[in-house]
């Protein structure tokens, strides 16, 4: 069986066209779409997000709220959850690695406004004509430099899928350092559920959950429906605690949401974790909140000193299989 970096290495291609001077396409489009073998995932560039990944007919695995997403961003600058499945900078709100204004304060909330809020440019478009390895359709995008001096670049790619353990999508994320300053960093891309949804994480014995409020644990054990080697189901309906919480699994890099009758299993590329840990944050979270429209299911690259110029970057693939909502239903593994 190929490895997932063996699968996925096309679309960093995609990512390193951020380097060849291709320049804008200039396009008047506000969603980028892509369409191949029963897939379909759409990206809005004004909103720095996909609103649609799924199978062509549906349902659609990336959670929206969509009455927020036409209010579009906060006109004071506070954060608008609109969902759908975004990437964010690790770390959040750290003493002394988090957001800082202008005036060199510590920002822990709302998050940065050039982060998750777009828009972003569409750099170009790619397929099969120019990459090989079995990548269809894809894209690059560009957001603009954040507070700290980091660029988000991304690459969206649908594949053929010719055995069923390969991934249908994949997603490039880099962080460029634009600054003559080395800056701490980590890549975070985040699906949004709805209150309703189930999430798979992994647990033992591959893995471990971690709070960081130890007295959260009765919170995250109420939501358990499932346990089997390897794998932990949770029921976010059955959330009580209003005002939300996290809890971050230490183990391999992936997650996985039913909807529908379908699966969306999402899995990174493994790195060093104990700077995330060292920060209160994991490779794998849950972000969940009692009575909420949206919820968060959360992969984190690791956290690293970026040079001035350089960079770090993690690729994600995606498999949507149809599946019952039950870990038995969570096929190829």
């Not at 050039?114 to 004509?129: I, N, Q």
């Not at 460029?176 to 798979?200: K, Q």
Request: glycine share 12%; net charge negative; hydrophobic share 40%.
């Amino acid at each position: 069986m190929r490895t997932l970096r063996s699968r996925l290495a096309p679309i960093a291609l995609g990512v390193a066209l951020a380097q060849c001077g291709c320049g804008s396409l200039g396009t008047d489009a506000n969603i980028v779409a892509l369409e191949h073998d029963g897939l379909r995932l759409e990206f809005m560039l004004d909103r720095d997000r996909v609103v649609y990944a799924g199978p062509t007919d549906g349902p659609n695995m990336v959670h929206l709220d969509e009455a927020t997403m036409a209010l579009g961003p906060h006109p004071e600058g506070d954060y608008r959850f609109f969902g759908g499945g975004y990437s964010w900078i690790s770390p959040q709100n750290d003493p002394v690695l988090g957001w800082r204004d202008d005036a060199g304060e510590l920002m822990p909330w709302p998050p940065d406004p050039a982060m998750d809020r777009g828009p972003v440019e569409l750099v170009r478009r790619f397929g099969s004509d120019e990459l090989t390895n079995g990548v269809a359709t894809g894209f690059y995008v560009v957001s603009p430099q954040t507070r700290v001096g980091l660029v988000e670049e991304k690459s969206f790619s649908l594949y053929e899928r010719t055995m069923p353990h390969l991934p249908g999508a994949g997603i490039a994320y880099r962080l460029r350092n634009a600054t003559d300053r080395t800056v701490t960093g980590g890549t975070w891309f985040n699906t949004a559920v709805p209150g309703d949804g189930l999430i798979a994480v992994p647990g033992p014995p591959s893995a471990t959950v971690r709070m960081v409020d130890t007295e959260r644990h009765r919170d995250f054990d109420r939501l358990v429906a499932e346990r089997r080697p390897h794998w932990i189901l949770l029921d976010l309906s059955r959330a009580t605690h209003e005002g939300g919480f996290k809890f971050y699994i230490d183990g391999p890099p992936k997650i996985a949401v039913w909807r529908d009758g379908w699966w969306l299993r999402r899995e990174s590329m493994p790195g060093t974790t104990q700077r995330l840990i060292d920060a209160g944050e994991g490779a794998v979270a849950i972000y969940t909140d009692a009575g909420a429209e949206l919820h968060e299911a959360e992969l984190y690259g690791p956290l690293v000193d970026i040079q001035p110029g350089g960079s770090t970057a993690t690729i994600e693939g995606w498999w949507f299989y149809e599946g019952a909502p039950t870990l038995g239903g969570l096929v190829n593994e």
